[in-house]
C-alpha cells in the first residue's frame, strides 16, 4: 500500500462521517477532530493550537474537558447543518477550547477575548464564505465549538463567581 493511499485509508477510518455514525461508529466523534485535508490546514489548526497552548495553565481540566467536547461538538455540528455528510479538523474544538479557557480565566482580558471570539463568530455565519479557499470551512463547526466550550465552563464560572468575595 502506497502512502497516499495508506493517508487516504486513515483519513476514511477517522474522519467525522455522518452514515458512519449513524452506523455505530462513534469513535468519529473524537477522531474526526484529529484529521486534516491537507498540509496546509492541519499547520493552520497547529498554530491555533500552539497560540492557545502558550496562555494554558490549565491543560489537564483543558484535556478532561476535551474528552467531552469533542464528541458534544461533533453531534451539535452534525444536528445544527443536516446536509454535511462529513467533516474534518481541529478547528471547532479550538473554538471551543478558546471559549472554554476565556470563560475559565475571567476578568477584563478574557472579557475582551470572549467579545472578540463573539464577533469573529458572528462575522463567520453572516459573512459569504470565499469561493477561492482550498478547502471549504465549515463554519458551524467553530461556533458549535464555541458554544460547546461555554456550556462546559459556564458551571465552573458561575461557581467561582459565587464564592468570590465582594
Known amino acids: ?18 452514515d458512519a455514525v449513524l452506523g455505530g461508529q462513534l469513535w468519529r466523534l473524537w477522531s474526526g477532530h484529529w484529521v486534516h485535508l491537507d498540509l496546509r490546514h492541519a499547520a493552520v489548526n497547529l498554530l491555533a493550537l500552539a497560540l492557545i497552548a502558550a496562555r494554558m495553565r490549565q491543560l489537564r481540566p483543558l484535556l478532561s474537558a476535551s474528552l ?76 458549535a465549538g464555541a458554544l460547546v466550550g461555554v456550556a462546559l465552563a459556564l458551571p465552573g464560572a458561575l461557581r467561582r463567581q459565587r464564592l468570590r468575595p465582594r
Open 1 to 18: 500500500m502506497s502512502p497516499s493511499t495508506l493517508q487516504a485509508s486513515l483519513f476514511d477510518a477517522l474522519v467525522l462521517d455522518r
Open 68 to 143: 467531552l467536547m469533542m464528541p458534544l461538538s461533533a453531534v451539535l455540528l452534525l444536528l445544527a447543518v443536516p446536509d454535511l455528510q462529513w467533516y474534518a479538523g481541529l478547528s471547532g474544538l479550538l473554538h471551543g477550547w478558546a471559549a472554554w479557557l476565556l470563560l475559565r480565566q475571567g476578568g477584563r482580558v478574557a472579557l475582551a477575548g470572549a467579545a472578540l471570539l463573539a464577533g469573529k463568530l458572528l462575522w463567520e455565519q453572516l459573512a459569504p464564505a470565499a469561493d477561492d479557499a482550498t478547502f471549504q470551512v465549515i463554519h458551524a463547526a467553530h461556533l
